[in-house]
């Protein structure tokens, strides 16, 4: 299910969507609009994941992950 809304949007940005709708790099101005949203949305997640882990002192849960990840970049050089 979608929603129509209307934006107002400066210029230079509709000037934007329209060189990627042109360069067929997107379908429409509403896909790129779209696609930037869900980006924040997933990079606001993140963020509030990421606070969550600091909150609760889980932050280093990650470092042997880390630390193996990069053991295996050093292999592939």
Do not use: K
Not at 36 to 58: H, K, P, Q, S
């Amino acid at each position: 299910m979608s929603t129509q809304i209307a934006v107002r949007l400066p210029d230079p940005v509709v000037e934007f969507l329209d060189r990627e709708v042109s360069a067929g790099r997107a379908s429409s101005r509403a896909a790129v609009v779209a696609s930037a949203l869900e980006r924040e949305m997933r990079r606001l997640l993140a963020e509030r994941d990421v606070e969550i882990l600091r909150r609760e002192g889980a932050a280093d849960d990650l470092d042997g992950l880390v630390d193996w990840t990069a053991g295996r970049a050093e292999l592939d050089d």
